[in-house]
């Protein structure tokens, strides 16, 4: 399902245009028509950015989205939306984002709303690029709710969410979503503390529906909230136990970690494919082109061109919409120069 070597690919978010954001804010002002076409407007945008920079793999850029997860939380039923974070002045932490209360049974009766972004991703984007929708996993999305008597900790929520996030994969696959990105992030911050053997099986149990049935990524980071990780930046605590997860392609944060585990890499594609974040999209420098080739070179020391997707980091939803832009330009034109010397195409 891999059409050819060195794909350019995102993971899954892109900067909001500054009309979006100004519009969220005053919604009362717009009625339910404006609102759709506020949507697509935002999508079209960032298909234009992405197909204009000529990446192979597109997404939504989960323009209708509050942040990669944080409105998944209105599709659930049985659980007290937060009103206010806990802090409102200063630099927010991690830990200090609003967590919501669980009142009741986890339930979501109208899925979480990813087959719909597919389905208008559809609709809006031009023949060619592949289509690529993004999942949060069950164990990401545990982080954001309270534990309480019935659910007493985070496994437990995350059991609970798991047939909630297995239902919308299922849902995709009908729906004729090719690709799909489960997003565990959760996962890599946490290995270094949690039995990584636990996330595998839970991770396998939750995209039974979809493994097969299309090409199935996970994107393991170690966050990007406001451009700051949260956890120790080592993919060592997650191996070996992580060879064994159930995916077409194994996405790594590399470029802002100054390509540290690199040689990792070599043994996963003995197994999946790799995609390797060459663009840091922590960092304002934007790199050039010959910057991306050189990284790409780097990265083909370890792993055969058919087995290798090139990305950024992670996804560029704190990145600024100019800054984004032109790294994607200069990802592709980079991966393009190594094409044609190794005489790849440029297809």
Not at 35 to 63: C, K, N, P, S, Y
Not at 241 to 250: L, Q, S, T, Y
Not at 275 to 282: F, N, P
Request: proline residues 7%; charged residues 25%; aromatic residues 8%.
């Amino acid at each position: 399902m891999k059409d050819h070597p060195l794909r350019t690919t995102v993971i899954g978010s892109y900067p909001f245009p500054g009309w979006l954001e100004y519009a969220c804010l005053h919604l009362e002002d717009f009625g339910p028509d404006d609102r759709a076409e506020l949507q697509d407007d935002a999508v079209i945008a960032a298909i234009h950015d992405q197909t204009g920079a000529g990446l192979d793999v597109i997404t939504d850029g989960e323009q209708t989205r509050l942040d990669f997860n944080l409105s998944f939380y209105g599709f659930l039923e049985g659980i007290s939306l937060e009103a206010q974070p806990p802090r409102r002045r200063g630099p927010p932490a991690h830990d200090q984002r609003g967590k919501h209360a669980v009142t009741g049974e986890l339930r979501a009766p109208r899925g979480l709303g990813v087959v719909g972004e597919y389905q208008r991703l559809k609709r809006l984007a031009p023949p060619g690029p592949a289509l690529k929708a993004s999942v949060p996993g069950p164990y990401t999305l545990s982080g954001r709710l309270i534990p309480n008597a019935r659910y007493p900790d985070r496994w437990a929520l995350a059991e609970a969410l798991l047939p909630i996030v297995r239902a919308e994969l299922g849902e995709l696959v009908k729906a004729g979503c090719r690709e799909v990105c489960v997003d565990e992030p959760s996962m890599s911050c946490y290995a270094y503390k949690e039995d990584p053997r636990r996330f595998v099986e839970l991770f396998n149990r939750t995209v039974e529906p979809a493994a097969g049935r299309t090409r199935l990524s996970t994107h393991l980071c170690f966050g990007n909230y406001k451009a700051r990780a949260v956890a120790p930046r080592r993919y060592a605590p997650m191996f070996p136990a992580f060879f064994d997860v159930n995916v077409d392609e194994v996405h790594l944060e590399m470029a802002s970690r100054e390509f540290a585990e690199l040689e990792i890499i070599a043994e996963i594609a003995q197994r999946r494919d790799v995609a390797i974040g060459i663009i840091d999209v922590k960092n304002y420098y934007v790199e050039t082109p010959q910057d991306v080739a050189d990284r790409v070179r780097l990265c083909l020391q370890h792993a055969p061109a058919q087995k290798l997707a090139l990305s950024t980091d992670c996804g560029l939803s704190q990145t600024a919409r100019w800054a984004a832009r032109q790294k994607l330009a200069n990802l592709v034109a980079g991966v393009l120069l190594v094409r044609k010397e190794r005489g790849l195409g440029t297809a």
